[in-house]
């Protein structure tokens, strides 16, 4: 069964940066489509993106296109997420999500992710 453990979040002034990290084991994400959600307090969970790890496509949310990247790096099993030009509703509760069930293409439906990490805060400051 795959863990999945986030880190890299933190607190940052509005127009900053972070890179959220999501380490995978006891699973080669060699293959699957991995995601990226978030929660703010009192809002539903969003998308924000995803990618094949067996073929680097990626998708974005509207409101995180053009800023956020996601990546991949199979040889430490591990999905990254670079955060640029971070806005204050960037603020959240960032999780790393893997479906090792669906083949691509990857889509933000959270009902496919089986497997979830624990959160990483990220705090954005105007």
């Known amino acids: 069964q795959v863990q999945l453990v986030e880190s890299g979040g933190g607190s940052v002034q509005a127009g900053g940066s972070l890179r959220l990290s999501c380490a995978a084991s006891?699973?080669?994400?060699?293959?699957?489509?991995m995601a990226w959600f978030r929660q703010a307090p009192g809002k539903e969970r969003e998308g924000v993106s995803t990618i094949y790890t067996g073929g680097g496509s990626t998708y974005y949310a509207y409101s995180v296109k053009g800023r956020f990247t996601i990546s991949q790096d199979n040889a430490k099993n591990t999905v990254y997420l670079q955060m640029n030009s971070l806005k204050p509703e960037d603020s959240g509760m960032y999780y790393c999500a893997a479906d090792l069930n669906t083949g691509p293409p990857c889509t933000l439906v959270s009902g496919r992710f089986g497997y979830w990490g624990q959160g990483t805060q990220v705090t954005v400051s105007s």
């Open positions: 006891r699973y080669s994400l060699s293959s699957n489509c």
